[in-house]
Each structure stands twice: as C-alpha cells, then as structure tokens.
C-alpha cells in the first residue's frame, strides 16, 4: 500500500458526516423512531395465535376443485 493512499469516503457517507455534524441530536431523534416504530416488545401468546390460525395455500391458487 503506498504512502499517499488515502481511505475512500463515498458522497453519501460525507453527507451523512455533514448532517450529524451540523445536528448533534440527530443520531437521538433517528433512535427515538426507530423505537417508535420498530422496537416493540414481542406478544409470544398472540404470535403463536396468528401461525396457528394460518390456512395453508394450496399448491396452485388458481385451480379451481373440479
């Protein structure tokens, strides 16, 4: 590896640098929606409810039972 190589930054990871570094509560906010929208707690009970109550599909939707 020479002397002078220098690491690459790709646009995308230096506008994402510049939006953090102009917004220090950025990273926060971005976790707080996450949360917000993904992370919830796991009902086992009522998941275990919904794969029980599944009709399986037959191979071929479309065929009719003639």
């Known amino acids: 590896m020479p002397l002078f190589w220098k690491a690459y930054k790709s646009d995308t990871t230096s506008f994402i640098e510049e939006l953090k570094a102009k917004d220090p509560t950025l990273s926060d906010r971005m976790l707080q929606g996450r949360q917000l929208l993904w992370d919830k707690p796991v009902d086992r009970d009522a ?10 599909q037959q191979p071929y939707v479309y065929q009719t039972g003639h």
């Open 47 to 56: 998941q275990s409810k919904y794969r029980d109550a599944q009709v399986p």
